[in-house]
């Protein structure tokens, strides 16, 4: 599960994949040693000649393969609005199957690959960065998962650390000082808990209740009893559900009832919750802060997208139109490092569908986000996303 960085991680990545729910701390760039992202490794390339990129995507799982066509689209519409640069681009099929996209990962190199976008999934995109390691060949997966990031892995996905760090230092810009989280008791729960405890200490705020629940009614109704009194005292209260899961109507209903008032407690949500706009009208919902990429950028995508395919595109799909856009950004700029680490992590980030956006020297992603709000059933933006890296907003 864990992207590596030497031959030990790669012997024991069983067992880290065993253990990373439990042991998130692993995932620190900072632990994994000198290679990739923090040694600015990957290939040099003539930036005047065709750049060869492989694309690793599930084109045979019948469960995954909308989404791939959609990210495979994507990445052909951004190599047609970026005709000064020339790219060879190859589509390799990972069957969503880890095995499948780490021979797939070699085939590509073997056939001269010098940078892979994908895999979709995490244990694929971890499997196929362990094996192209040694080839000095970066991976830029559209995964959101951190605990792949790290070596020669970069996730595009939007992360729950980015989306945490964005509201809980819009939260202390207005006096917010406590804050109080509700999170599923499974493995995506977790990595949102940690990711609000990193970004309330990154926010000089303190976590003062910190509440699992089980996946089921008596499990939701359960941790609401249990978070009320504390999360009644707090500023504000962090839901990480996902909202087009079952728990967060029944969160959103339950714990007002046990006292936590939206009027008294800023409830926030690590998720969007504007794909939900049936939820508005629930008690906790008025009110409640999320995010939102820059919805200009991602409205002008979803038509030149919808002009040139003639269908929607899937909400992924800008992933693999970010990729290209960074690629090619890169190049113009006539940079032999394009496609290595420290071309890739360069600070000034890359424009993409959803906004500005960079990658981190430890694998992750920074991503330009508004914060929104519900009000009298209705989205508005609070403050707006960023232009710039550095200012208000980062």
């Known amino acids: 599960m864990f992207a590596a960085l030497s031959p030990v991680r790669k012997r024991t990545r069983p067992l880290l994949a065993a253990v990373a729910a439990l042991f998130l701390a692993a995932c620190d760039a900072s632990m994994l040693g000198p290679l990739g992202a923090n040694g ?21 799982d019948s469960g995954a393969a909308p989404v791939a066509q959609s990210l495979e689209n994507a990445v052909r519409l951004a190599i047609a609005e970026n005709p000064d640069v020339t790219f060879d681009l190859r589509v390799y099929d990972t069957a969503g199957s880890p095995n499948t996209a780490a021979a797939q990962a070699q085939r590509a190199v073997d056939e001269g690959a010098k940078i892979i976008l994908g895999p979709l999934f995490g244990e694929a995109a971890n499997a196929a960065g362990l094996t192209v390691l040694d080839e000095g ?82 499990g939701v109704n359960a941790a609401a009893q249990a978070i009320s009194a504390a ?71 979803a038509a030149r997208y919808r002009n040139a395919f003639s269908t929607t595109a899937h909400p992924l799909a800008g992933l693999g139109y970010d990729g290209i856009a960074a690629i090619a950004a890169l190049a113009k700029q006539g940079r032999r490092d394009a496609l ?13 569908t959803g906004g500005l956006f960079r990658l981190l020297p430890d694998g992750s992603n920074e991503r330009a986000l508004a914060v929104a709000a519900v009000r009298n059933n209705q989205v508005v933006i609070l403050d707006p996303a960023p232009n710039g890296f550095g200012g208000a907003g980062f």
Request: glycine share 10%; aromatic share 6%.
């Open 40 to 60: 600015g490794g990957g290939p040099s390339v003539d930036p005047n000649a065709p750049i060869q990129v492989a694309l690793l995507i599930p084109k045979s």
């Open 340 to 352: 290595t680490a420290r071309g890739l992590t360069q600070a000034n980030g890359f424009n993409g």
């Open 231 to 301: 999360a009644a005292q707090a500023d504000s209260l962090m839901i990480t559900t996902d909202a087009t899961n079952a728990a967060m109507p029944m969160l959103l209903r339950t714990l007002p009832d046990n006292g936590v008032s939206a009027a008294n407690t800023q409830y926030i949500g690590l998720t969007r919750l504007d794909v939900r706009p049936d939820l508005f009208s629930l008690p906790g919902a008025e009110g409640m802060w999320f995010t939102l990429p820059n919805q200009s950028r991602q409205d002008s995508f």
């Open 137 to 218: 060949v970066n991976v830029l997966s559209f995964s959101n998962n951190p605990s792949i990031a790290g070596g020669n892995v970069f996730v595009l996905g939007p992360t729950f650390q980015n989306t945490a760090n964005r509201l809980l230092r819009y939260a202390r810009t207005q006096g917010d000082q406590t804050v109080a989280v509700v999170y599923s008791d499974d493995v995506p729960g977790q990595f949102g808990r940690l990711a609000v405890e990193r970004a309330a200490t990154a926010a000089g705020m303190t976590v003062t209740a910190a509440q699992g629940y089980a996946l089921s009614v008596e």
